[in-house]
């Protein structure tokens, strides 16, 4: 027992009595299969000849000691290969081997040479644009499996970076009957006092809409009130948040100027005849309105008042007053009397 073959795969065995023999092999040489089949051969009596036998091995397959895996980086809705990514390699065990390992342009990386056993793969680093994957991909190499391991590794897209800005409506009103106003101008100053934009006007509907303002405080001042209204005095602050999605809105009135406001009425001038007779007139950028007093004596019919009128504008005729002449004469004199003080006091102003 325990013949094994020398260096030149031979073995040789002498002084074997006349008989049946057999070689029956134990252990094959390494990289080949053990025969099951025993070689028989005899020794015969009075026959001294040396019996030669040949034993034949079959070649085993080759047992792969290692393997490899393909790692391929897509993206998770369009299946688009991604370079850059980058990986570490984790045995089953918890230890990094490899780190660095990163996907080339076809977003594909290759890893040889893998003892068999589970491993890990990692990112920790994800394509420019994509979230990084914090579960990590697993994979087996087998002993007796020489098949490439591919692991498909998948990331999400991030989501676009929306700019950290807001917007403002201004909507301008009447105080008294809310409506709407046109033509009322704005500057729009910061918390700091500066001026961020300026002659911004209200448009047909009152409105005045502001964009790409960066979070903070602000103030719209009124610079010019529409036309008939009170210039307002103060501001009206607001504020832009973090993360806003919907316009600020900013509600601004006017008070209507009223005829109790001298600077309101029209300039009047009063001037007299060759016959001592009192005339006033109305001075207005659109009407020059005339008022002649009724002459002494003279049918009430004949009592007019007419309209001395600007180029291009309407003339509009005014109903007889029917009144006598002395009381028109002391009507008209306190009218004139109360427009020249009131004028002179405009002036003086």
Do not use: C
Not at 119 to 146: C, H, R, V
Not at 178 to 202: M, W
Not at 224 to 250: M, N, R
Request: aromatic share 8%; glycine share 6%; hydrophobic share 30%.
């Amino acid at each position: 027992s325990n013949l094994t073959t020398d260096d030149n795969g031979e073995i040789t065995v002498s002084n074997l009595s006349p008989g049946e023999y057999s070689f029956k092999e134990i252990t094959a040489p390494t990289g080949y299969d053990k025969t099951e089949i025993p070689w028989d051969f005899t020794i015969e009596k009075d026959l001294p000849q040396k019996i030669t036998i040949t034993a034949e091995n079959t070649k085993s397959p080759l047992i792969p000691t290692t393997g490899s895996a393909k790692i391929i980086k897509q993206d998770s809705e369009s299946g688009k290969t991604l370079a850059g990514a980058e990986f570490s390699l984790i045995s089953e065990t918890g230890e990094t081997l490899q780190s660095k390992l990163t996907t080339n342009k076809d977003g594909e990386l290759e890893i040889d040479n893998l003892a068999p056993g589970n491993y890990l793969i990692q990112e920790t680093k994800a394509p420019e644009g994509y979230q990084l994957e914090e579960t990590a991909w697993q994979f087996e190499i087998k002993a007796d499996d020489s098949t490439q391991i591919t692991v498909i590794a998948e990331n999400t897209k991030l989501k676009p970076i929306e700019p950290d800005i807001g917007a403002v409506r201004l909507i301008k009103t009447d105080s008294e009957n809310g409506n709407r106003l046109s033509g009322a101008v704005f500057s729009l100053v910061d918390a700091d006092g500066q001026v961020v934009q300026a002659d911004l006007t209200t448009d047909d509907n009152g409105e005045i809409f502001v964009d790409n303002l960066v979070p903070g405080t602000y103030s719209f001042k009124e610079t010019s009130a529409p036309e008939g209204y009170e210039l307002a005095e103060h501001s009206w602050e607001f504020q832009i948040e973090q993360k806003q999605t919907d316009a600020v809105k900013v509600y601004a009135e006017n008070t209507p100027l009223t005829t109790d406001d001298a600077s309101f009425l029209p300039d009047s001038e009063t001037t007299f005849d060759e016959n001592g007779e009192e005339t006033t007139f109305l001075i207005d950028d659109n009407l020059i309105e005339e008022r002649k007093p009724k002459q002494k004596g003279a049918d009430d019919s004949k009592t007019t008042s007419e309209q001395k009128i600007a180029s291009n504008q309407e003339v509009k005729i005014l109903p007889a007053t029917g009144d006598d002449s002395n009381a028109m004469k002391f009507i008209f004199g306190g009218f004139a009397t109360l427009l020249s003080l009131m004028y002179l006091n405009k002036k003086t102003k």
